[in-house]
């Protein structure tokens, strides 16, 4: 099982500690190292950032959201930087939710959201490959555009510039087992937001058998310490946000998540505490066994041992949201 470093994305300003973990990362001799985006910093230019000052570790966006981009522009983002990189470059993707793509994005969320993310994968691929110009003829994404408000003057195009790898490898980010199906199908890899090694049938049955060199690489806090309850409080806070400010009462992908692993009852009263404005409270009404589950935390012989776990499964790659070179050390160490 590979290491990876994840740095999420920015909140009120820049870190200044991203850089010096990223490169003590690739010093411990970690794999990769992710950047994310949500409704602020993006994840393309703190990577770039990043691998100006690194040289060997991979660098990977866990995820760039699909509404933020056309597929080209995106496309365009991933083959510059893993030229600039020599190579280095992994594309993660994530649909997002309605909240935000509506939201921020002034764009519709669509009704068919796999067959959105299929035609959005296609036209990466198609651009990466360099075979021919982009042509798509999708419900969601036409190449060359067609609509009824276009000119009807567009050209296909194929990239001016040569793709320095046309495999450069494709991950989703997904939650429902039809989407984690359609992942392994379409997807050079998945990366799951929450994943408990005890738990894989909450994913669906496409686990079971994955195409060879297929990636699992979800995210984990990991955080070495003394005291438990203090550990995974960040980790509760996470989830307090994710599942009940991130999606709408109606429609949060993160709290039917939760609900599909055994918590429906929390996930909805965290919702409700909230929305209501009790933010402390729902950080409070996490559980601390659901928190622990997706997590590694605690003193360095209680990680090695949970550590045996992820490695049973089917995860190729430990993302870990780690907040101290130490705790990167130690879990370097466990898993040489």
């Given at each position: 099982?590979?290491?990876?470093?994840?740095?999420?994305?920015?909140?009120?300003?820049?870190?200044?500690?991203?850089?010096?973990?990223?490169?003590?990362?690739?010093?411990?001799?970690?794999?990769?190292?992710?950047?994310?985006?949500?409704?602020?910093?993006?994840?393309?230019?703190?990577?770039?950032?990043?691998?100006?000052?690194?040289?060997?570790?991979?660098?990977?966006?866990?995820?760039?959201?699909?509404?933020?981009?056309?597929?080209?522009?995106?496309?365009?983002?991933?083959?510059?930087?893993?030229?600039?990189?020599?190579?280095?470059?992994?594309?993660?993707?994530g649909l997002s939710g309605p909240q935000v793509v509506e939201g921020w994005y002034g764009r519709p969320f669509p009704r068919s959201p796999?067959?959105?993310?299929?035609?959005y994968v296609d036209v990466v691929r198609q651009v990466l490959r360099r075979q021919g110009p982009v042509v798509a003829e999708g419900r969601f994404h036409s190449h060359p555009y067609r609509g009824e408000d276009g000119t009807g003057l567009g050209k296909a195009l194929k990239s001016i510039t040569h793709p320095l790898r046309p495999d450069l490898p494709v991950l989703l980010g997904a939650e429902g087992p039809k989407n984690v199906a359609q992942t392994t199908r379409i997807a050079d890899g998945w990366l799951p937001l929450y994943w408990s090694p005890t738990r894989p049938d909450v994913y669906g049955p496409a686990l079971e058998q994955l195409p060879p060199g297929f990636l699992v690489a979800p995210m984990a806090r990991v955080q070495v310490c003394d005291d438990l309850a203090e550990g995974l409080l960040p980790?509760?806070?996470?989830?307090?946000?994710?599942?009940?400010?991130?999606?709408?009462a109606s429609r949060?992908?993160?709290?039917?998540?939760?609900?599909?692993?055994?918590?429906?009852?929390?996930?909805?009263?965290?919702?409700?505490?909230?929305?209501?404005?009790?933010?402390?409270?729902?950080?409070?009404?996490?559980?601390?066994?659901?928190?622990?589950?997706?997590?590694?935390?605690?003193?360095?012989?209680?990680?090695?041992?949970?550590?045996?776990?992820?490695?049973?499964?089917?995860?190729t790659d430990l993302l870990a949201l780690s907040p101290d070179r130490r705790s990167l050390r130690v879990l370097a160490e466990l898993n040489a």
């Open positions: 099982m590979r290491l990876g470093l994840a740095l999420g994305y920015w909140g009120r300003g820049p870190s200044a500690d991203h850089v010096p973990l990223a490169q003590e990362a690739e010093r411990l001799g970690y794999d990769s190292v992710w950047t994310a985006e949500s409704w602020g910093s993006d994840a393309f230019t703190p990577l770039t950032w990043i691998a100006a000052q690194t040289s060997t570790i991979k660098l990977g966006t866990a995820v760039a959201q699909m509404a933020a981009r056309s597929p080209t522009t995106t496309a365009m983002h991933a083959l510059t930087l893993d030229h600039l990189s020599g190579g280095r470059m992994m594309l993660g993707l796999l067959t959105a993310t299929r035609e980790v509760k806070t996470m989830l307090g946000f994710y599942i009940g400010g991130m999606g709408h949060n992908f993160h709290a039917d998540l939760m609900a599909r692993m055994g918590y429906e009852e929390e996930a909805r009263r965290i919702q409700q505490l909230f929305l209501e404005g009790r933010r402390e409270e729902a950080v409070l009404a996490v559980p601390d066994a659901f928190a622990d589950e997706i997590s590694l935390v605690g003193p360095r012989e209680r990680i090695a041992e949970r550590l045996e776990l992820w490695r049973k499964g089917p995860v």
